[in-house]
């Protein structure tokens, strides 16, 4: 019997959604083999979240360096109090904060880590993780040892299920950074120019715009829609187009009536932002492109003659 | 500042990704350098023109390594490094990882960048794994990185647009999330022609005992749904789209 261990993320005093679907998966592998789930969130402000999360355990890191996400400090205060817990496994949200802490406590530990789960099942008495690897083009199936594996799941990838505990909560100090200063925190920007996530339409470009020249293309096809142009990480990267404009995991989540996805390959950090419009038009010239698993209708036409046609029958149309 | 920069190829996602019982055929796939590694190779060479540093690229042998190393020395790496042993292409990251630390701790450089994730990373990130073993403070999702009177300033990217500016003393590591300019571009003219003049430094390393995973398969993921296609043809494409959308009440005319 053993401890699975959810490191929880917590945002204005309630577990995010991906903290509870870890709670979910937690609970549903400990009721097979009497194992105890026990959630540990840092800092003050997270103590709310966890009073009725559904775990028998939690613990709160509390201290100075651990308000904000610190990677030094909330590094070392997980992987000391994992070391006191030795669970037999730690759940993580594929988040930013998993991508930069699971790895490293994994290896600090001396166990083995499992990134960018999508599956967690029990086959027997063995634990498979399933993957999502190579873009999204390829899954991966793998035996999770039950020797403190780190799994960081992709957020999303099976529904929370309602449901409450009242865990004893216990309080644990964190080290003190002393390396890495934490100097400020900036707040995201605010859409300086539109607001991505308010538009019916989205026309919405990926690498495969090639150029930015090219961006005057769907911009003519965006107004000749009434909608908005919005963009993959890339293009953002490139200087071509404002963050704001970006859609995904590090950008806006967004649920258009229409989201025209052009020359954007689906990479799962893609998808975490545009997954639930309500209707997705994918044009890509690669026919095996992950995006034409969410899309409804598809196209593997060159966006840069497809734009320009589009624009001119849209046009026509009008008169 | 001794900048050191870690690299890896991987498959290019262009082409079919081909499996034989449940793993990949390495032999028949072409490589090409990790996207999130150029990105940290292009903000060492920016660091460099910023404030001066020496920037060394190095590379696990795992396969032909050569072309990757030998275009980051015509971008304006000033040496490069190739890890030999017996690897092959199935080398995991982990032990990728210890194969670079034990390179790192006797190299012991001020900065170590690389990307801040790779897509066969089934079995965790290098960032991560490699500060781990190395017991340095590090950071992922990294971008803006530089250098002030010895110390380094970098923003880390939280979730929902937030960021955070940190600084450091050396060392650190950091998971490079995106170069402040796009990777510059060399010809391969002129890669082949550094190719004749320049050598690329072998270290041997002895493969490292690391705890491993077992990887059932590799597979095509069967879709949940796949779209309905219209082919390629640019005019055909564009009729269905707008007979949509009009179908949908939403053209505005
Ligand atoms: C921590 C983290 C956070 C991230 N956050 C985000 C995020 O918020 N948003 C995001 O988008 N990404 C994000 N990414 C990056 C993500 O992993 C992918 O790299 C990115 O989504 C790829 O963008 P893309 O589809 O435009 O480019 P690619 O994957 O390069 O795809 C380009 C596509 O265009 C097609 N194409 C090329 N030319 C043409 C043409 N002429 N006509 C038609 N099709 C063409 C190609 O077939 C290809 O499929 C993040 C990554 C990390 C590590």
Redesign the pocket.
């Known amino acids: 019997m053993g401890r699975i261990v959810v490191i929880g993320e917590s945002h204005r005093g309630a577990l995010s959604d991906a903290s509870r679907e870890l709670l979910t998966k937690a609970q549903e592998i400990a009721g097979t083999g009497g194992d105890t789930v026990s959630v540990v969130v840092l800092g003050e402000a997270a103590r709310d979240s966890v009073k009725a999360a559904s775990a028998k355990e939690a613990t709160v890191i509390v201290g100075p360096g651990v308000d904000e996400y610190h990677p030094e400090t909330y590094e070392r205060a997980i992987a000391h109090l994992l070391d006191e817990i030795q669970p037999s496994l730690v759940l993580m949200g594929n988040t930013?904060m998993g991508?930069d802490l699971g790895a490293a406590i994994a290896a600090r530990r001396g166990v083995a880590m499992v990134a960018y789960c999508t599956a967690l099942v029990l086959d027997g008495e063995t634990l498979v993780a399933t993957s999502q690897v190579y873009?999204g083009k390829l899954a991966s199936e793998i035996e999770v040892p039950k020797t403190g594996t780190v799994v960081t799941v992709i957020p999303g990838s099976w529904a929370p299920v309602q449901s409450s505990d009242s865990p004893d909560i216990r309080d644990v100090e964190a080290p003190v950074p002393s390396r890495l200063e934490l100097l400020k925190v900036i707040e995201a920007e605010p859409g300086q120019d539109v607001d991505i996530t308010k538009a019916d339409i989205l026309v919405s470009v990926?690498?495969?715009i090639?150029d930015p020249d090219n961006l005057e293309l769907a911009d003519q096809l965006a107004e000749a829609l009434h909608g908005v142009v919005s963009c993959?990480?890339?293009?953002v990267d490139s200087g071509w187009l404002p963050r704001s404009r970006?859609?995904?995991?590090?950008?806006q989540t967004v649920k258009p009536k229409v989201y025209l996805a052009?020359?954007?390959?689906?990479?799962?950090?893609?998808l975490q932002?545009m997954k639930d419009a309500e209707l997705i038009i994918a044009?890509?010239?690669?026919e095996r492109?992950p995006i034409f698993e969410v899309a409804q209708y598809g196209a593997t036409?060159?966006?840069?003659e497809l734009m320009p046609a589009l624009t001119e029958k849209l046009q026509e149309r009008v008169g | 500042m001794k900048i050191t920069v870690l690299m890896k190829d991987v498959p290019d996602?262009?082409e079919d990704l081909e499996l034989e019982a449940g793993q990949l055929l390495v032999d028949d796939i072409s490589f090409v350098v990790s996207?999130?590694d150029d990105q940290a190779l292009e903000e060492a060479l920016l660091i460099k023109d910023e404030a001066g540093a020496d920037v060394t690229i190095v590379a696990v042998d795992t396969g032909d390594v050569d072309t990757m190393l030998y275009t980051a020395l015509a971008k304006g790496a000033d040496r490069a490094v190739k890890i030999v042993g017996d690897f092959t292409r199935r080398l995991t990251n982990r032990t990728r990882a210890a194969i670079l630390a034990e390179y790192c701790k006797s190299e012991s450089p001020d900065l170590i960048l690389t990307g801040?994730?790779a897509i066969d990373d089934i079995d965790g990130q290098i960032a991560g794994l490699l500060a781990g073993y190395l017991d340095i403070p590090h950071a992922s999702?990294v971008r803006e990185v530089h250098t002030m009177d010895a110390q380094l300033h970098f923003i880390q990217e939280y979730s929902g647009g937030r960021m955070a500016e940190f600084t450091a003393a050396s060392p650190v590591l950091l998971g490079i999330?995106a170069a402040r300019k796009p990777p510059r571009y060399v010809t391969v003219a002129k890669v082949r022609q550094l190719q004749k003049s320049a050598t690329l430094d072998e270290v041997q390393v002895v493969l490292p005992s690391t705890p491993g995973l077992t990887v059932r398969r590799l597979y095509k993921p069967e879709a949940a749904g796949h779209a309905e296609m219209w082919g390629d043809d640019a005019d055909t494409v564009a009729e269905h789209i707008v007979r949509v959308l009009g179908e949908k009440k939403l053209l505005r005319s």
């Open positions: 930013t991508m873009g990926g690498r495969g090639e993959s990480r890339p293009v970006q859609v995904g995991k590090s950008g052009l020359g954007i390959s689906g990479a799962p950090e893609h932002g044009v890509n010239n690669d492109a036409a060159d966006i840069l | 996602l262009v996207e999130w801040v994730q999702v999330q």
